[in-house]
């Protein structure tokens, strides 16, 4: 991507933050993950396993991760994937891009700030916390893992907003699974599926005031059988 280092990324003036520099106890994570596991699983399976990183793990994940993207290494997600976005989908995601930059002063034709943005997703967004969530690899055929997942995922970001703490679900903090595995120490028979970066949110920070335009209930849903 370029010839910055991770030094430069991370210590230098380069670095965005949106999380404040505060530690999270492990006892509230407990709490928030306690709440999130009793979110629906179809037939009770329970596929999923949680992987909490602070400190200096996570700090390696962040050195790997932004130095093997930045030296062109291709990504190796796990978790299947589909073709990019085209139409209304891509449409949707290049309009909360450009509200996030608008929020940032990012302007459009600023190639190293934009790089730089893009960066924090593999830096897992500068958060004290990164939880990693897997799923049991012989379950991998399984539609119901990936909705079961899901489900646990948004069930763990309510629960830790309750408590005050700020998430992002993300894709770019695993997209180097030989980093997440090496310095995590996940086992051979989980799948990495997700990230969830997690923290005290800044309330000074710009992106973090930006609502995601949403489709109405009048065009996300049908009613039938209703007079």
């Not at 646990?152 to 894709?171: D, E, F, H, K, P």
């Not at 086992?187 to 990230?195: L, S």
Request: hydrophobic fraction near 40%.
């Amino acid at each position: 991507m370029s010839d910055m280092n991770y030094d430069e990324v991370v210590l230098g003036r380069r670095s965005i933050r949106g999380y404040l520099e505060k530690p999270v106890p492990r006892e509230l994570i407990e709490e928030v993950l306690s709440l999130a596991v009793r979110s629906p699983t179809s037939m009770n399976t329970q596929p999923w396993h949680f992987h909490v990183i602070t400190g200096e793990p996570l700090d390696r994940i962040r050195k790997g991760n932004t130095e093997r993207i930045l030296a062109g290494e291709p990504d190796s997600r796990e978790f299947r994937r589909g073709e990019p976005f085209a139409g209304v989908h891509r449409d949707r995601q290049i309009g909360v891009a450009k509200q996030l930059f608008s929020a940032m002063g990012i302007e459009r034709d600023d190639k190293d700030a934009r790089q730089d943005w893009v960066l924090r997703g593999f830096r897992q967004f500068d958060a004290p916390v990164c939880v990693i969530v897997a799923y049991d690899r012989e379950l991998s055929t399984s539609d119901d893992t990936a909705f079961d997942c899901g489900a646990v995922t948004t069930a763990l970001v309510n629960a830790a907003w309750s408590r005050g703490l700020g998430c992002v679900i993300n894709s770019q903090g695993i997209m180097q699974s030989p980093v997440v595995r090496e310095h995590a120490g996940i086992p051979d028979d989980q799948v990495i599926m997700k990230a969830v970066a997690m923290g005290w949110p800044d309330p000074d920070f710009p992106a973090n005031a930006v609502v995601s335009e949403r489709k109405s209930v009048d065009e996300a849903a049908r009613f039938v059988g209703f007079d």
